[in-house]
């Protein structure tokens, strides 16, 4: 039974909608508990929890009705032959669709004696990534870099639209994408973006406070090796399966292919 993920930094399997809901409340919760450890008396950090619409669906299977069926007659208590009246197949079939409520949670740094906002460290969740919550998370995100609040942004998923303009102009060609955005004082901002690999270990993030306190420190490594054996990921995951999609860059299905007997998506 494994007791830390055979990656060396982001697990891609803890991606799949299995996990990853699970995985994002577990990061929430432990990095704050990994920055109260570093920031206070002065500061405090604290999850954030919102709530989201989101349509899900529920599976289904088809049922095949036979047009014509043969049964054999039942007698009534009177002695008439009576038949079983045959029930017509639904002409349409289609999937049911249910309103859930999504819990986004992110982590707000605040000024203990005055809970002023200092940081905040978003971690984005499929719904960030498409449709309506990434239009609503680009206008967030943009108000944050408006504000004097130090931004912190993890996008460990590889699948949807990444919000941020200066990630996507030009586009990177990576996995994952980390970024830290300072504020600026009247100063146009400069997001620091650190792309990340899927067979590369987390580098160790600065978390900005206010000056002229040092930055705190999010060791995301440390992180995940706490979260990975605590959620059971050990026994719970296949790596014999393919890697959940979108399928993998073409240079990362090579060292997969060498690194471990794992299979590659297909499709």
Excluded: C
Excluded at 48 to 68: A, N, R
């Amino acid at each position: 039974m494994r007791t830390q993920s055979p990656f060396p930094g982001m697990d891609p399997y803890l991606e799949d909608r299995e996990f990853f809901p699970g995985f994002h409340y577990a990061l929430g919760e432990e990095i704050r508990r990994h920055l109260n450890e570093q920031i206070g008396p002065k500061y405090y950090a604290d999850v954030q929890v919102s709530t989201e619409s989101q349509d899900i669906f529920i599976g289904y299977t088809y049922q095949i009705y036979p047009d014509v069926g043969v049964y054999e007659p039942a007698l009534s208590i009177r002695g008439a032959i009576k038949v079983a009246a045959l029930a017509s197949a639904a002409p349409i079939q289609r999937r049911v669709v249910l309103e859930q409520e999504l819990r986004l949670r992110s982590v707000r740094v605040y000024v203990t004696e005055t809970s002023e906002l200092v940081t905040a460290i978003e971690i984005l969740s499929p719904y960030n990534k498409r449709g309506e919550g990434l239009e609503a998370y680009r206008k967030k995100r943009n108000e944050i870099f408006k504000s004097q609040t130090h931004f912190v942004e993890l996008d460990l998923l590889r699948g949807g639209t990444r919000p941020g303009l200066e990630i996507n102009e030009p586009p990177l060609d990576t996995d994952y994408v980390l970024v830290v955005s300072r504020a600026g004082n009247g100063i146009a901002r400069i997001s620091e973006i650190w792309p990340l690999a899927l067979n590369e270990p987390f580098p160790v993030l600065p978390v900005p406070l206010r000056e002229p306190d040092p930055d705190a420190t999010l060791n995301l490594n440390e992180i995940s090796q706490f979260i990975y054996p605590r959620a059971g990921y050990g026994w719970r995951i296949d790596y014999t399966r393919p890697v959940p999609p979108p399928e993998l860059r073409p240079a990362m299905k090579e060292w997969m292919q060498t690194q471990f007997s794992i299979e590659e998506p297909h499709g």
